[in-house]
């Protein structure tokens, strides 16, 4: 087995590396792309020391079997479709080709059947949209999910190492901004992405469609404000939520929510800081209005689950389904 | 004109004073009560230098015209009848006696009509309550407001200076936690207040009961998640709104929402920084859904328009209804 990791050295990039090795995933080759300014460095897996390549369209017709990208979706756009033509299933982190008709666009412990006989450019989700997604699946399934109403709030790490670094600086000092529209530390902002003619946020809207895709029903009402918070790791989430079919009572909706695949149910509270490094979305602060009205909070490591770990859960679902 | 301001060295306390030199205030008398601990200490008014005086049930008699209480629930439970009795009018910024019936709870600009002929303790409201009813007021007025879901980011100065002092202190290094449940430095804790039975924190049944009482209508569904964040002033509010009526066009919102008092409208967004030292709710990222459904964004300084700057509005209104 040949596995590329194509923006290895970002923060998901990274993390890919490292939940493969922590998943057991052990290709007989393993190439890490990156940048130009980036190739060169060293990166550990497992026992082995690999030299960060430089990512070239001739690398990207190595005919890999698969390729994890992480590297945004303008270098998606070039070198992923080399790829796919060239024999490599893509498991795509940007936002490329995310609503791309006929992309499956992938939680695995939702709708993980799209891959089985799939060949091609898989979309990873948006990560404020995978951990909705995963806590909220079983109840769309038994109950149906009319409304949802969502405020975020996310980690700077989902901007990645230089929102990082903007945020420490920041703690240290520094009035300067650069990723962000205002000074972070301290402070919460209401933008990710940009803003489109709706009024919307790009981060919004990937929310509104992936979340419809994702459970394969246009009809969902996905009312998301995402803000950004001075937090490394882990995005929470306050949902408020309409069902379609009455859910009855809140144990009935509980033991509902709890046969998701990969979510803890906590009684008092969860906080993002608790959760990096986690697998697991965290959901606690549950609270029934009536009998088709709930209200809960979500909280999960946006590199990993978010990004990172769906990619390797995409990969695994792949690997298993061939054995 | 005699003025007492008890618990006048805490957060909401000092700038009540410093707003009602600001709002030309100028009484014959002015008295600062604090704890034992407090007293003695000095402070600023205008060209006075007053002594803080320790509270005392007998300082409660001397019959002010007003006092403008912050110093806690227990205090005002025990004093403000006391002071009351005495012939003063009170102005509690506590939780104590909002919700009793008879005691008006009063944001000016929306039911400042009760006190016009009211005499005793008028209650000021929740800091997270008042801003949110401060941007919505007139919407109700033209409209009616059926459903708010409304998830707050809410500074630590919220909790008072200790709060502030926590996480300064984490900001250098400490973990230790004795204001919040969890390290606040680098995290946000969807906690403010208790817990109660029905899973909802004492802050978000003030933002519930408190929004109906100040806008004099028990039919208003609000659903609210209260959130702490690590900001030092300044609240903001991601607020979902349905309407009884249809408000038709965003033009004719946005129209009708500007007509609220002390209300700004910004076209891109507004940051708690940004806001700390306004007596201004600041309005952004207005979306809407359809003929009667929107999104927005309000931000205002916590400790100023949602504690000291009301209560100081509501002795203004009192007093300009004497002249």
Known sequence: MRIAVVGATGEVGRTMVKVLEEYKVVPSEL????????????????????IVE?????????????????????VSRRFAPIAADHGTIVIDNSSAFRMVDG?????????????????????NPNCSTIQMVLSLYTVHREFGLRK???????????????????????????????VFPRKIFLNVIPQ??????????????KMIN?????????????????????????????????TRKPFSSYE?????????????????LVTPSEVAGSDIVYVS???????????????ADNIRVGAATNAVRILKRLLGAKR
């Open 252 to 268: 009935k909706l509980r033991e509902v929510m709890e046969k998701a695949e990969h979510v803890k149910f906590v009684d008092d």
């Open 103 to 123: 992309i499956p666009l992938v939680v695995p412990e939702v709708n993980g059947h799209l891959v089985d006989d799939y060949r091609g450019i898989i979309a």
């Open 148 to 178: 949802i109403v969502v405020s975020t709030y996310q980690a700077v790490s989902g901007a990645g190492r230089k929102a990082i670094n903007e945020l420490q600086k920041q703690m240290a000092g520094s009035e300067e901004t650069s």
């Open 192 to 205: 990710i992405g940009s803003f489109e003619e709706s009024g919307f946020s790009t981060e919004e809207l």
């Open 285 to 299: 602060r549950l609270r029934i209005l009536d009998e088709s009205r709930f209200v809960f909070w979500n909280v």
């Open 210 to 242: 992936e979340t419809r895709k994702i459970l394969d029903d246009p009809a969902i009402d996905v009312i998301p404000t995402t803000v950004r918070v001075p937090v490394l790791y882990g995005h929470s989430e306050a949902v408020y939520v309409e």
């Open 54 to 74: 430089e990512l070239t369209e001739e690398a990207m017709k190595k005919g890999f079997d698969y390729a994890l990208f992480s590297a945004g979706a303008d």
């Open 31 to 50: 190439r890490l792309y990156a940048s130009r300014r980036s190739a060169g460095t060293t990166m550990k897996f497992g026992d082995r020391e690999i």
